[in-house]
């Protein structure tokens, strides 16, 4: 069965570990991610942008697909179901439709209005034991169309935020969306400090999780992040396995066009990324 994010990330908090969100595109990368966190014994989080959910096919059809997968492949370690950067229209989809987690990204809105729509948003999720997560300052780079400048956000804007009751807060400390530039500056740590001093026990959420060097996530989780969210990263991993299947020929050879033969070392190459970052967060035997 579906959980709310809210037991698994205090937990994480406590315990100076954090928990991985892992956006998922289709069955493999679904089955991927969720037989990896049952073999490591660890909490996890399915994130879906709004984008993957209309590629999927819709919200119910995710819905359907995970809660199968849960009872058919005996999954028993927490698993979310999680709305990735939501719109308001978008999280109220999610909720109606099965989800056990939103994001409501009011980022790009005047803190004023964030703060009118989030308030909205925790009213409801309070009521059917949901998770929400809500952001302050952009995320930089590009996702699903949305591009952000990458703000450190604002820790006053992050107190009024966490205020209203949110499970957990998104907050710009200059990390990205997509792969990281040559010259990036890295982590503000000084403005996580600041956010973690102004926000108290809220959980907070590190987006933009691919290419960040290790030592600034065991930082970043010291410092109160106890989720972070990975999606670039798999999708290289996965093109990359089904790229050398293809480049050796091998989808030429006897049967190897079958799409069981052809995707699977996309699948197997998601598995290890996913598990190597289970071990980095500190997430594996938490469940
Ligand atoms: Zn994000």
Redesign the pocket.
Known sequence: MLVSAKDMLNKAREGKYAVGQFNINNLEWTKAVLLTAQENNSPVILGVSEGAGKYMGGYKTIVGMVNGMLEDLNITVPVALHL??GSYEGSLKVIEAGFSSV?F?GSHYKIEENIAKTTELVKIAEAKGLSLEA?VGS?GGE?DGVVGAGEIADAAECKLIADLGVTML?AGIGNI?GKYPENWKGLDFTALAAIKEATGDVPLVL??GTGIPEDMIKKAISLGVAKI?V?TECQLSFAEGTRKYIEAGKDLQGKGFDPRKLLAPGFEAIKATVKEKMELFGSVNQA
Do not use: R, S
Request: glycine fraction near 8%.
């Open positions: 990735d950067h994001m990204d952001e995320i996702e998104a969306h987006h933009g969210n999606n």
